[in-house]
């Protein structure tokens, strides 16, 4: 089994920047593809970035010139930079892998960091 834990959430102010990491743990798997989600307090649910094996990035257009999604393979861990951050980004971020092992490829989720924009 793979786990996804987020972390790096808080309290911004609008125009400022964060960081926010997810990382996997588990034993003998790989992760192919990383997402970065969010819900707002409104339940709204939204992919943001996706970055593939290969590092390919693809963005939605709401936060595209503003996010920028990273990965460390070598540590499992995918990044979210979030940079000119706005009220209207305060949401719960969650990221989900699409993990490969020997036996099975499956989908991963994490619980979500929280990120509040607010002066």
């Known amino acids: 089994q793979v786990q996804l834990v987020e972390s790096g959430g808080g309290l911004v102010q609008p125009g400022g920047s964060l960081r926010i990491s997810c990382a996997a743990s588990?034993?003998?798997?790989?992760?192919?593809?990383w997402d970065w989600y969010r819900r707002t307090p409104e339940n709204q649910h939204e992919r943001l970035a996706t970055?593939?094996?290969?590092?390919?990035?693809n963005y939605t257009k709401a936060v595209k010139g503003r996010f920028t999604i990273s990965r460390d393979n070598a540590k499992n861990t995918v990044h979210l930079q979030m940079n000119s951050l706005t009220p209207e980004d305060t949401a719960l971020y969650f990221c989900?892998?699409?993990?490969?092992?020997?036996?099975?490829?499956?989908?991963?989720w994490g619980r979500g960091t929280r990120v509040t924009v607010a002066s």
């Open positions: 588990g034993s003998d798997f790989k992760i192919a593809g």
């Open positions: 970055i593939t094996d290969g590092g390919s990035t």
């Open positions: 989900h892998a699409f993990v490969e092992t020997k036996a099975h490829e499956f989908d991963a």
